[in-house]
């Protein structure tokens, strides 16, 4: 755990960011969560693992409702997203998201899409809303990159621009689903080093990824997940190095162990 | 035989008139239709895509109604089969043909946009959904001015059949102050018992149309090179 463990100033003491409890999904016939809980305290990295279908790309978009869990609850600093009553879009500005294919708006430059969701949605001044995406864009190394079209760039710089879109809401937490998966891997490092920034930087992140060196660097808390439920869970050294599960190990000895920045 | 289809004194005898009144119609009539049926084009395919049924229905009954019907009927219907039977008459000299070709054009440019739409990524909306837009806002600023670049060609393909359909408007009756180009070169071939004017009427239109097509396909080029 990073040494300034503190909680956010805006949460209240020891309530968590993210509280997932007993949550299920079906498509269809096909149940791809079967009863998962998670809780994700102020400025935690938890990096989800398991292998393909095992409903963790599923949790996360649950998370912020891209996807309509089937039973279960889930509380975003303690609001309760399931309930009818509540403003889904006013929670998912508190959520950022990074996507496997950095659904970047083609349509737009670099600035336009980190401007666009601060000044519809946030109604921020033009001036303003860049001010804040040309910091973001620093942040994540492509000042230089403002008034490039997504396609010009190369995949790593397309998922910094996306990063930077989702910080310039000012997003209490993110979340990151395989971000990385879609790149070449000379293009990975500058992407999880961006990421791990942003750890340092206190920002609590739900990682799903495939990327073990990061986990190990960068989580205070692993979570292994197949067939849709959490099978185990800890610090990195214990869940990566010395699990307790005998199907955390089987998947550990199949990935081999990547090692990245 | 050439006195008959070109002769040339008729022929320059039709300009400037053909082009600074009945040219003139043409466009202000297309132009009038073109908003009238993009404006209903575009409501009807947020319902024809909208989760509530009803709006499903309506928007599938008027498109299958006006795209099936042929476009003389609808013309009549609203210019004559409605003041009389509801005793409401399109407003503006103008104001009956537009709106008509408006309602014909509607179905088929509903389509188009329904197409465009449908053909931008659901991830797109995912990612606008993520950053906290409303359904309204990611389809206004993300999803619409992404689907306009992908119709651009069909929809064009659309404005020159609406061009050449105002001529249909013939139906209506002709005033000196409405005629467009067909209507004018037919009662200049009357006129002057010679088809030149016709082919007058054939270079107007085509002096119309194949610089706005090429424009488009300029514009789309341009777009193409900046994604």
Redesign the interface.
């Known amino acids: 755990m990073p040494a300034d463990h503190v909680p956010a100033d805006h949460v209240p003491a020891g309530q968590p960011v993210i509280e997932v409890e007993d949550l299920r999904k079906q498509f269809g016939a096909l149940e791809v969560l079967r009863g998962v809980s998670l809780t994700v305290q102020p400025r935690e990295v938890v990096c989800i693992i398991g292998p393909s279908g095992s409903g963790k790309s599923t949790l996360l978009r649950c998370v912020?409702r891209?996807e309509e869990p089937t039973a279960g609850s889930i509380h975003i600093e303690g609001e309760d997203i399931l309930d009818p009553d509540c403003e889904i879009?006013?929670v998912?500005?508190k959520?950022?998201?990074v996507?496997q294919?950095f659904?970047?708006?083609?349509?737009l430059t670099v600035l336009g899409n980190c401007t666009?969701?601060q000044r519809?949605?946030?109604r921020r001044s033009r001036a303003d809303a860049e001010e804040q995406a040309r910091a973001m864009l620093a942040r994540v190394g492509l000042a230089d990159k403002v008034d490039e079209?997504p396609?010009r760039l190369s995949g790593g710089q397309q998922q910094r621009v996306?990063i930077a879109?989702?910080l310039c809401?000012g997003p209490d937490m993110m979340l990151f689903d395989e971000v990385t998966s879609a790149l070449d891997p000379e293009l990975v490092g500058e992407v999880l080093a961006s990421m791990r920034q942003l750890a340092e930087d206190g920002m609590t992140m739900l990682v799903v990824t495939h990327e073990m060196g990061f986990a190990r660097r960068v989580a205070d808390r692993v979570v292994f997940m197949d067939d849709g439920v959490i099978v185990e869970e800890g610090p990195p050294q214990q869940v990566l190095d010395a699990p307790r599960e005998a199907r955390t190990r089987r998947f550990l000895q199949q990935v081999g162990e990547r090692e990245s920045p | 035989m050439r006195e008959a289809f070109l002769d040339a004194d008729i022929f320059w005898d039709q300009f400037p008139d053909i082009v600074t009144r009945a040219a003139r119609n043409t466009l202000i009539f297309t132009a009038l239709a073109f908003a009238i049926g993009f404006g209903l084009a575009l409501v009807l395919a947020m319902m024809r895509l909208s989760p509530l049924r009803p709006y499903r229905w309506f928007a599938s009954v008027w498109i299958e109604v006006f795209r099936g019907l042929p476009a003389l009927i609808t013309i009549i219907a609203i210019g004559f089969a409605m003041p009389i039977a509801l005793d409401f008459r399109v407003p503006g000299i103008y104001g009956p043909g537009s709106v008509a070709l408006g309602i014909v054009y509607s179905a088929y440019m509903a389509e188009t946009i329904r197409a465009g739409v449908e053909a931008v990524p659901r991830a797109q909306v995912e990612a606008a959904r993520s950053l906290g837009m409303t359904a309204f806002r990611s389809m206004v600023s993300i999803v619409l001015p992404q689907a306009f670049r992908i119709i651009i060609p069909p929809l064009t393909n659309e404005l020159v059949a609406l061009i050449k359909d105002t001529s249909l408007l013939y139906v209506l009756g002709t005033t000196a102050a409405t005629i467009e180009i067909t209507q004018y070169s037919r009662k200049a071939m009357l006129d002057t018992f010679n088809i030149t004017p016709l082919v007058a009427a054939a270079v107007v239109y085509l002096a119309i149309t194949i610089p706005m097509t090429r424009a488009v396909g300029l514009l789309e080029r341009r777009n193409r090179r900046a994604r």
Request: glycine letters at 4%; proline letters at 4%; aromatic letters at 8%.
């Open positions: 912020n891209l879009d006013l998912r500005r959520i950022g998201m996507f294919a659904n970047l708006f083609p349509h666009i969701a519809k949605v946030l079209h396609v996306a879109r989702a809401m």
